[in-house]
Structures are given as C-alpha cells and as structure tokens.
C-alpha cells in the first residue's frame, strides 16, 4: 500500500489567495483525519470524516477553513482567504476503524502563506 | 486523556536496544497506551499499542507494568533512521478525543 498521500508537498501563497490542499486515504480505511502542527499549538485536529461524512469538525479556526470528502479515496481541505497565520504543516491520517484507533499519516503539506 | 511524562531526550548507540520510558500514573482502567513517533519533517507515525499485556509487532516492543502506571517502548536495534520525537499517548477507545501529543523524547541514534 502506498500509505496516506497528500499534495502538494508545499505551498507558497499570498494573503488572500484560496489555497487548496488534498489527501488520498489508505484504501479501505473508513475514517480521514486533518490536522494542523505548528510549532506554538502543537498537533491540532482540524475535522474529521467517517465513511465520507463530516463528523466533528469543531476543530476547524473558522469559516474560511471548509472540507470535503466527496469519495471514499479523496479528500481536499481549503481555506480562502489565507493569513499569514494559516502557516503550517497540514497532516492528513485515515484509520480503519475510528479516531481512537491507530492512526496512519501522511507526509504532510508545508503552508507558507506571505 | 492521562497526564504522561517521558524524558526530553535520550541519547542511543547504533544496534543497541533503544529503550523509552513513559510515566502515566494517573491512567484508568479502559485506557490504552500508545507510542507514536515523528522524524523529521515527516508526519507521525503510529507504532504500538497495548492495555495491559506487553505487545510485541515488527518495529518494537511495548512493556507495561502491572500497575500499568508506566511502560517502556523498546526498539530492539536502533539505527540511525530510529532519530524522531518519541509521543507516549493515554487515552479511551470511545468518545471523540483529539490525538494529543505532548512534548514527547527526542531519540538521537549515534553511530
């Protein structure tokens, strides 16, 4: 298996521009995680998505972050407008059987937004 | 989740056993210990997991005492590509719980 994969690798955006980030679960795996790690706050969850449906997404800063899974092998996170404090690495993970199961992430997407 | 506690860092010889320990003495009887582990500029990756017998996979073994207030996370032969930030992690398998990590043990492998 090719494990998570996430793209781009990095980004490089203006404030204010719309910047979209994408993730391709592990085949099979029912649950998609995205997270956000900075070196102040840490590993944040962002939403998270059971079988293709938002299930908690309380983790989102606000509303110029939305998510989307519109398959089982798919996923995109997307923020318009981008700050400057929108800089960080964007993980996304998926689990076979749920958030407090073992999770497997992928390589992460480096958000520098100028 | 449980309050842990693992040393910032710990140093290891190349082929030798990496030993890590954790600290959890406030844990409750349905949580599970969890190690996770981050190398550098890459994203976490899960290792084990046990709840009160020892679990053993093919990266490492998980050692929880009987008390189960601390475990020890074993690489048996260390290498250089072992070098990351170590997470020892207590939580439920139910509810919506966030995946913690806290400042965790920098493993440094020296050749």
């Known amino acids: 298996d090719a494990g998570v994969i996430q793209s781009p690798r990095h980004e490089v955006t203006e404030m204010g521009q719309e910047v979209t980030l994408r993730c391709k679960p592990i085949s099979g795996h029912d649950y998609l995680f995205w997270y956000r790690q900075t070196m102040m706050r840490g590993l944040e969850l962002l939403i998270y998505f059971n079988n293709n449906v938002p299930i908690d997404d309380s983790g989102m800063p606000e509303d110029r972050f939305s998510a989307k899974m519109p398959n089982a092998s798919f996923s995109t996170l997307k923020i318009q407008p981008s700050e400057p404090r929108d800089s960080a690495v964007y993980f996304c993970?998926?689990?076979?059987?749920?958030?407090?199961?073992?999770?497997?992430f992928g390589p992460g997407t480096r958000l520098t937004v100028t | 989740d449980a309050k842990t506690t693992q040393p910032p860092s710990m140093d290891c010889a190349e082929g030798r056993a990496a030993n890590l320990p954790c600290n959890h003495s406030?844990?409750?009887?349905?949580?599970?210990v969890y190690w996770y582990r981050q190398i550098h500029s890459q994203g976490p990756q899960y290792i084990i997991h046990g709840l009160k017998n020892n679990e053993t996979n093919e990266m490492a073994s998980l050692i929880i005492t009987e008390d189960r207030k601390s475990s020890t996370l074993i690489l048996p032969h260390a290498t250089l590509r072992d070098t990351a930030v170590y997470y020892c992690?207590?939580?439920?398998?139910?509810?919506?719980?966030?995946?913690?990590f806290g400042k965790g043990t920098k493993l440094s492998v020296i050749p």
């Open positions: 992690i207590v939580r439920v398998r139910t509810g919506s719980y966030q995946l913690t």
């Open positions: 406030t844990i409750s009887g349905n949580e599970y």
């Open positions: 993970a998926s689990s076979l059987r749920g958030i407090n199961y073992e999770q497997y």
